[in-house]
């Protein structure tokens, strides 16, 4: 007798969240865009952003070439419609590679 009471009362919460959640899933929907999407979204876009500034400044290495310890030299700007690049010319041994800023004026912290 007990059993079944508590068999009907589970039931009955359960109906009731059911009507409750029919009637509030779109506000649902939007509490979890908000706050959980929109801050994931900046939080995985802040740490895209800070992985790929790293990159380049292992990539720029102070102004050195890792591979033969040249130093690079600001050699042109080329520029398309929606980005720019700066070509560097290692200075010992020729390699020729191209960053998104000019790198001697460039601070991470800033950007
Ligand atoms: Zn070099």
Same mark, same amino acid.
């Given at each position: 007798m007990k059993k079944k009471l508590y068999k009907e009362e589970v039931k009955e919460k359960m109906r009731n969240f059911d009507e409750w959640f !029919?009637?509030?899933? !779109? @506000?649902i929907? +939007?509490? +979890?865009?908000?706050?959980?999407?929109i801050p994931a979204y900046f939080i995985l876009g802040k740490y895209r952003l800070e992985s790929d500034r790293s990159k380049l400044m292992q990539k720029w290495n102070d102004g050195i070439h890792a591979e033969c %310890? %040249?130093?690079?030299?600001?050699?042109?700007?080329? @520029? %398309?419609?929606?980005? !720019?690049?700066?070509?560097?010319?290692?200075?010992k041994c020729g390699y020729v590679e191209s960053f998104p800023y000019q790198m001697e004026f460039y601070d991470p912290e800033k950007d």
């Open positions: !029919t009637d509030h899933y !779109t @506000a929907i +939007i509490v +979890i865009i908000v706050f959980v999407l %310890g %040249g130093k690079y030299e600001y050699q042109q700007m080329i @520029a %398309g419609q929606s980005w !720019t690049s700066y070509v560097y010319r290692c200075d």
